[in-house]
């Protein structure tokens, strides 16, 4: 499994974009990249998954450069809602390949008023 | 709701006693995982389930923990003779699809606390 690597914590205002990166060097081609959120108390929530280049939906944008050793979650006008601990994770989609999912520490947000 | 269910959310168990920790998965999802997760730690694997066959469970501790899911739905995980070091909170996790890296959807978690 690719190990992946991403800041321990971070701070941001209300209103700022966010771009929390993640480094994972040995990647594997079939690999995918998929950030989870979580909330205290609750449950991991799956936000966004992508392969290359640049992926958005209504709650973020995941951008992959060419290379795919590093990749960025990048949350625009945060709000206070936002705080929680983000992961990023990579590993195949494949159905006949990983069974787990292999989380880190994440990384803490915190967005201040 | 249409969710990932766990019940208890919280159990409080004495050193030595069994406890039963239970999900209800998203109707018709294959997939199911277990995880525990300590205070301040990402969530660990513990086992996962394709329907009723319990495919993996590599991440199983010690022999004290046994998960089932009989009727590849509703999934029970046990531990036998608790230990302190069980303290945790265990969280459930299904799926559409096979394959850990399809979007798992998450429940509540069960905190366990062993005194």
């Known amino acids: 499994l690719a190990k992946t690597t991403q800041p321990i914590s971070m701070d941001s205002y209300e209103g700022q974009e966010v771009n929390i990166t993640c480094s994972h060097n040995?990647?594997?081609?079939?690999?995918?990249i998929t950030w989870y959120q979580q909330f205290p108390s609750q449950g991991p929530r799956f936000i966004i998954q992508?392969?290359?280049t640049k992926v958005t939906n209504e709650v973020a944008s995941l951008f992959i450069p060419a290379d795919r050793k590093s990749s960025t979650l990048s949350l625009p006008r945060v709000s206070l809602s936002d705080t929680a601990v983000y992961y990023c994770?990579?590993?195949?989609?494949?159905?006949?390949?990983?069974?787990?999912?292999?989380f880190g520490s994440g990384t803490q947000l915190t967005v201040l008023p | 709701g249409a969710g990932v269910s766990q019940s208890p959310r919280y159990k409080v168990a004495k050193r030595g006693q069994d406890v039963a920790l239970r999900c209800d998965p998203i109707?018709?999802?294959?997939?199911l995982f277990w995880y525990q997760q300590a205070l301040g730690q990402g969530p660990e694997f513990l086992t996962y389930?394709?329907?009723?066959?319990?495919?993996?469970k590599s991440g199983l501790p010690s022999d004290r923990f046994f998960a089932e899911r009989p009727e590849g739905s509703v999934s029970t995980l046990k531990i036998q003779r608790t230990q302190q070091e069980d303290s945790a909170v265990y969280l459930c996790?299904?799926?559409?699809?096979?394959?850990?890296?399809?979007?798992?959807?998450f429940g509540p978690g069960t905190r366990l606390t062993v005194l």
């Open positions: 389930f394709q329907n009723e066959a319990q495919l993996d």
């Open positions: 994770l990579v590993g195949d989609m494949g159905s006949g390949s990983a069974r787990q999912l292999t």
């Open positions: 996790a299904s799926s559409s699809r096979e394959g850990a890296y399809n979007e798992q959807f």
């Open positions: 992508g392969y290359k």
């Open positions: 109707s018709g999802h294959v997939s």
């Open positions: 040995n990647i594997a081609t079939n690999d995918y």
